[in-house]
């Protein structure tokens, strides 16, 4: 499995690929752009789109070769919350939130799709991480003691959504 940042400016030339996951999910190097409105945003994530990979195989004509992952931070700041004014300190509080938009690539019947040599090594992976990924969806159901979250560079980038303090969605189009 590799990470490639979609939105690195020399994402073409080959920077900002093969990034590692860390604890937490967290992924040195990638690409953060500060948007003030939605406009923004949006251009970004048709940008980080257009940077993806699709090959045609037997069972779909444009068949994503990856997962794309768009993450959101949002902060909100309330300005002044407490002032000490024997000091002159003043107390900021913020509360801060992240919203992941996943598009998770179909699992491939290799036989079917007729695919060799390096779309056949993707097909591989991506069917890898799926199976991480469901693995650790029945471990968070059957409230296991052991979740299976380092098996995949996948869940590991999704571990602070999965489970715990979080509220997940998911959307099957």
């Given at each position: 499995?590799?990470?490639?940042?979609?939105?690195h400016r020399g994402h073409h030339g080959g920077a900002g690929?093969?990034?590692?996951?860390?604890?937490?999910?967290?992924?040195?190097?990638?690409?953060?752009?500060?948007?003030?409105?939605?406009?923004?945003?949006?251009?970004?994530?048709?940008?980080?789109?257009?940077?993806?990979?699709?090959?045609?195989?037997?069972?779909?004509?444009?068949?994503?070769?990856?997962?794309?992952?768009?993450?959101?931070?949002?902060?909100?700041?309330?300005?002044?919350?407490?002032?000490?004014?024997?000091?002159?300190?003043?107390?900021?509080?913020?509360?801060?939130?992240?919203?992941?938009?996943?598009?998770?690539?179909?699992?491939?019947?290799?036989?079917?799709?007729?695919?060799e040599g390096m779309r056949l090594r993707e097909a591989t992976?991506?069917?890898?991480?799926?199976?991480?990924?469901?693995?650790?969806?029945?471990?968070?159901?059957?409230?296991?003691?052991?979740?299976?979250?380092?098996?995949?560079?996948?869940?590991?980038?999704?571990?602070?959504?999965?489970?715990?303090?979080?509220?997940?969605?998911?959307?099957?189009?």
């Open positions: 499995e590799e990470i490639d940042d979609l939105l690929q093969k990034l590692d996951v860390q604890q937490g999910g967290s992924i040195p190097g990638l690409t953060w752009v500060k948007c003030q409105h939605p406009e923004e945003m949006l251009d970004l994530f048709s940008g980080a789109r257009a940077n993806v990979v699709y090959a045609e195989t037997k069972m779909n004509k444009h068949s994503s070769r990856s997962h794309a992952i768009f993450q959101i931070r949002i902060t909100k700041r309330v300005r002044v919350t407490n002032v000490l004014e024997d000091c002159g300190i003043q107390h900021l509080s913020c509360t801060r939130s992240r919203l992941i938009v996943a598009d998770l690539a179909g699992s491939e019947r290799m036989k079917k799709s007729g695919v992976r991506i069917n890898k991480s799926l199976l991480a990924l469901g693995n650790v969806m029945n471990a968070l159901a059957a409230r296991r003691a052991h979740v299976p979250i380092r098996d995949s560079k996948l869940t590991r980038v999704l571990e602070g959504t999965i489970g715990g303090n979080c509220k997940t969605s998911l959307l099957v189009c």
